[in-house]
């Protein structure tokens, strides 16, 4: 037998976690966020819950238009009494099957109610995968910008150490003050922190990746992630975009099912005042002499004569519609503002980084380098070189903070138009 996707992705975790008392070593995973997507499909639990949740709904579904059970009656009847005056002799005994039966079109209604509210949960899985593959990517981009700086620092840090050494030799020399030599070992001391701080930073992103895959917070990365590109700027026109998001985004799915379940309710509520049918047949047993066995028919129909109690049900039915229809409407202008936001936000940071690496950051290595020619020659300072080291190490960080920043509203964007790019 086929099984389904769901289904499948619960199987896998669940075998994982049987076998999680294993003491072999984990592989080291990320080389792309496509890599760790695929894991975190399969692997996280939130997922496979909402997974299990939509299934729940689906064989709720199936049965929901189902005849109530029927009822099987024993009726004891004409029971004499004996000598002591307790039950004796019974005359008649009666065995008679009942059947309810909803009227006309009333199981179609919570047919149509179920499958809507099925439809809700199914959409309510599809938003937990798109938050949970907007994490990974987030996350995983944020372990490329520590990375990068942790290279950058130390790139900078050589520099500094060269600068420290010669300071000192001139200081020995008697070429330069006291102050140019500690200045030096404190920017070498700021670097030394910089690196510290990113590599715990570092280890705190794989611990948030790693519990996105269900995996130990200590389970090894790949050293050296490789970022995903971004897609040209002429696919992410907002005009473009919009209708994706509108038929796609899952939380607008939901609000939509939900409008659907209310107005298939508001239906079912409307037929409350038309009656129910028991329909029930008997076989008649007689124990008397002479008597003979028969059979039985019943036909029993409930009496909707509690108006007020039909009018509050059909009041209450049509305000959860009139909810539901303005939190549909809520939710497509929030899709529509945070599309609008993101893809503002998406340009901005383009643009930025796009200034930063053409322009600043070539101006800031030629000024470094200027700076460091003219202090081996001694035309310049160790504070000239610092100052130019800071500015390089600003621009350095003004570019991972735009890539990053491009990332995060990419994710986001696929989030709302409800896939990749």
Do not use: C
């Not at 499958?115 to 899985?125: N, P, S, T, V």
């Not at 990053?404 to 896939?419: S, Y």
């Amino acid at each position: 037998m086929k099984k389904s996707p769901l289904r499948m992705g619960w199987l896998v975790l669940l075998l994982t976690s049987t076998l999680s008392g294993a003491e072999e070593p984990l592989p080291s995973v990320g080389s792309t966020v496509d890599e760790l997507l695929a894991i975190a499909r399969q692997m996280n639990p939130d997922l496979a819950a909402a997974a299990l949740d939509a299934e729940a709904a689906a064989a709720r579904t199936s049965a929901s238009d189902a005849l109530p059970e029927p009822k099987l009656l024993l009726t004891l009847d004409e029971i004499s009494k004996n000598s002591s005056g307790w039950p004796g002799r019974v005359a008649t005994t009666k065995y008679t099957l009942q059947q309810e039966i909803p009227f006309w079109g009333k199981r179609d209604l919570r047919k149509a109610v179920a499958m809507a509210e099925e439809e809700e949960l199914r959409q309510q899985h599809q938003e937990r995968l798109l938050e949970l593959e907007m994490k990974v990517k987030v996350a995983y981009a944020d372990y490329h910008r520590v990375h990068l700086a942790q290279e950058q620092t130390e790139e900078l840090l050589r520099i500094v150490r060269v600068v420290v050494d010669y300071a000192r030799f001139r200081y020995q020399h008697g070429q330069a003050m006291m102050q140019e030599a500690t200045m030096a070992e404190a920017e070498r001391g700021n670097m030394s922190m910089e690196q510290v701080r990113l590599q715990k930073e570092r280890q705190r992103i794989r611990a948030r990746l790693n519990a996105l895959l269900n995996r130990p917070a200590h389970a090894p990365l790949v050293e050296h992630p490789t970022l995903r590109p971004l897609p040209v700027p002429e696919s992410l026109v907002f005009e473009q975009l919009l209708p994706r998001a509108r038929s796609t985004n899952p939380a607008v799915h939901m609000s939509q099912a939900r409008v659907q379940a209310a107005e298939e309710g508001l239906r079912l509520a409307e037929k409350s005042g038309w009656p129910d049918l028991e329909l029930g047949f008997g076989l008649v047993e007689r124990r008397d002499e002479g008597s003979q066995d028969g059979y039985e028919a019943m036909v029993r129909i409930n009496l909707p004569w509690q108006g007020e109690w039909r009018r509050a049900v059909e009041q209450e039915a049509n305000s959860k519609r009139l909810a539901a229809q303005q939190r549909l409407q809520g939710e497509e202008l929030r899709v529509e503002s945070a599309l609008r936001e993101a893809l503002s936000a998406l340009e901005e940071a383009r643009q930025i980084t796009q200034i930063t690496r053409d322009t600043l950051l070539p101006q800031a290595r030629i000024t470094l380098q200027a700076a460091l020619k003219g202090y081996e020659t001694g035309n310049s300072e160790a504070l000239m070189v610092l100052d130019a080291v800071q500015r390089l190490k600003k621009f350095q960080i003004e570019l991972l903070k735009g890539e990053f920043e491009q990332q995060v509203r990419l994710a986001e964007i696929e989030r709302l138009v409800g896939g990749a790019l």
